[in-house]
């Protein structure tokens, strides 16, 4: 409907207007191990990247995100160490998230107004601000994309039983993606 619509266009430009000030942030904190010393990155190095833990790989243990890591590389080749873009894709991938949250709330819940005021809820709450503002938290927000993402195609899947097989696949997918992103995407079939 029109206002479904509309509702989308109110809780992405909500979710963009937010965070909007991140986008002139630095690299710091993690962002220097995830991505500014990462060789991986720096190098493109793919096949590394899928098969080596490339965060904290300096005696603290590794963490295996390949997805996550992979769309650092991707930044990197793009615009190099400039940090806007990679702020920029965190705050766009907030936003895609928060109308995600409409979306899948006003299906499960049929109570379309109490899904938009979860969606901008969750597009404004400070909670999420260490997602957004560090570029790392790129891991929760690709995270939390699969994570709705699987949640809406197994929505789908239930609802059209005649090609359900194939969403079930999708979901199947895009939670395994969001695992690959970060971990605590696992938490999904619970």
Do not use: C, Q
Not at 132 to 141: C, F, H, I, K, Q
């Amino acid at each position: 409907s029109s206002d479904l619509w509309t509702w989308v266009a109110a809780v992405a430009a909500v979710a963009l207007a937010v965070y909007a000030n991140t986008l002139g942030g630095v690299l710091l904190y993690d962002d220097v191990n995830a991505i500014r010393d990462n060789a991986f990155v720096l190098d493109g190095d793919m096949v590394g990247v899928l098969t080596k833990p490339s965060w904290w790989a300096n005696g603290r243990g590794g963490l295996w995100r390949p997805l996550t890591t992979l769309t650092f590389v991707a930044d990197h080749a793009l615009h190099g160490l400039a940090p806007f873009g990679y702020h920029l894709v965190n705050v766009v991938a907030h936003a895609v998230v928060s109308v995600l949250v409409l979306v899948v709330f006003a299906h499960v819940t049929a109570a379309p107004a109490t899904a938009l005021g979860a969606s901008l809820l969750f597009a404004t709450h400070p909670i999420h601000t260490e997602a957004v503002a560090n570029v790392v938290g790129r891991a929760e927000l690709l995270a939390a994309l699969g994570f709705f993402l699987a949640w809406r195609a197994w929505l789908v899947a239930d609802a059209r039983s005649e090609r359900s097989a194939v969403w079930v696949g999708v979901a199947v997918l895009v939670y395994f993606l969001a695992m690959f992103a970060k971990e605590n995407a696992i938490a999904l079939p619970a």
